[in-house]
């Protein structure tokens, strides 16, 4: 298996996996948008966007949907939970939650205040969707209240994919707007070996 990876992109999210799962597999680190800096990429991933990941003949383009097959294919782990388990449910819903509710907001946040020309930088657009990620992770805020994890009492998948969120929002300088329970559970994902090598992944290919 191989990942294509952008350092802390939403490929980010599948790495983590792989690194909490122990599984063996080969990274490409490339240079962001690799649409355009990493040859050959579109016969890759048509769509362009990261990350792209091939297993066995196919190739899936969604970082999500990439750790839930990891641990549906590769398991049984402590990472899935599974559909005879109370908190099934909301495992799938923090799932499809984190990147359609969570990071797309960021995704915009970052566009128009690092990636488009100067000209193009819309204040409004990050003010409109700064207040509306806010607003949605007002969820991970409830959800955790007397807890370490958001669901089935132990790190999951879906921990990485909110998770992931929530560290795009720490990058982007939103983090300090973060409530008590959504800080200390974003501080101690960031102190798990698996992520810590995620980073450490970077330096040791520079």
Same mark, same amino acid.
């Given at each position: 298996m191989k990942l294509f990876h952008c350092y802390n992109s939403r490929s980010l999210r599948p790495l983590w996996c792989l690194e909490e799962m122990g599984l063996d597999y080969e990274l490409e680190i490339m240079p962001?948008?690799?649409?355009f800096e990493r040859e050959g990429y579109l016969d890759i991933n048509p769509l362009g966007t990261v990350p792209a990941f091939t297993d066995d003949g196919i190739t899936l383009t969604e970082s999500t949907g990439i750790c839930q097959y990891l641990v549906q294919k590769y398991g049984p782990t402590p990472l899935a939970v599974t559909p005879d388990e109370p908190g099934y449910g909301d495992f799938l819903n923090w799932l499809y939650r984190s990147d359609a509710t969570f990071? /797309?907001?960021?995704?915009l946040i970052l566009r128009y205040t690092?990636?488009?020309p100067e000209e193009r930088m819309n204040p409004q657009v990050v003010e409109d969707y700064t207040i509306w990620f806010f607003s949605r992770i007002r969820a991970v805020e409830a959800a955790l209240d007397g807890k370490?994890?958001?669901?089935?009492?132990?790190?999951t998948i879906a921990d990485i994919a909110v998770g992931y969120a929530l560290h /795009?929002?720490?990058?982007l300088g939103l983090s300090e707007r973060y409530k008590p329970n959504t800080t200390r559970y974003l501080q101690a994902l960031l102190q798990r070996p698996a992520f810590k090598r995620t980073q450490d992944i970077k330096a040791s290919q520079s």
């Open positions: 962001f948008p690799p649409r990071t /797309f907001p960021l995704a690092k990636l488009e370490e994890f958001l669901v089935a009492d132990r790190f /795009f929002g720490m990058r």
